[in-house]
């Protein structure tokens, strides 16, 4: 029964996310499709080294990538900036890198029960590095050592938004 009452929680989230005026959504759809367009060459050229990465997200719960690839041994610094314009506790964004093996749908199951620590859960150890949980036109950076080589899962833990905002984090 219990995980009923989580499907239906996260159906519940969803529903509120997407409800909305028609044409103020295709208003602010055209706002997110110009900086997405823009984000990918912007990135590219704020990108220092491999290790150096920034990403940005968006009011259309997407990453402006899915794939992040590092340097093994090396520093890591990750910048997340939220191109959108709405509030953390509507839209908020950030990006968790979990650690090798760790099971995706059942930490984002738990994230959602975890609101007073910004959608991480207390007293896991699956988590490898985190970004604080930001609004629209925040941005927050984290640096951590990349771990041994691998490919490790990250995600927003928002809850509904890592069905949408999820990828790899490659070390190599």
């Not at 997407?18 to 704020?46: H, I, L, R, T, V």
């Not at 402006?64 to 509507?90: A, P, Q």
């Not at 925040?138 to 951590?144: R, S, V």
């Amino acid at each position: 029964m219990n995980i009923y009452s989580k499907l239906i929680a996260f159906v519940f989230a969803l529903a509120i996310i997407s409800c909305g005026d028609g044409k103020k959504e295709k208003k602010e759809e055209k706002f997110q499709y110009e900086q997405e367009a823009a984000a990918p060459a912007k990135a590219a050229s704020e990108q220092k080294s491999q290790n150096d990465v920034l990403i940005t997200a968006n009011d259309m719960m997407k990453f402006s990538t899915k794939e992040i690839r590092v340097k093994s041994g090396e520093k890591v610094t990750i910048t997340l900036k939220h191109t959108g314009k709405l509030d953390v506790k509507v839209m908020g964004h950030n990006l968790v890198i979990l650690k090798k093996g760790a099971d995706l749908i059942a930490f984002a199951t738990a994230a959602v029960e975890a609101a007073d620590n910004e959608y991480i859960p207390e007293g896991t150890d699956d988590v490898l590095a985190h970004t604080e949980l930001i609004g629209g036109g925040e941005t927050t950076t984290i640096e951590f050592e990349a771990p041994e080589p691998g490919t490790y899962d990250f995600l927003c833990s928002f809850p509904g938004h890592f069905a949408a905002m999820q990828g790899k984090f490659i070390v190599e």
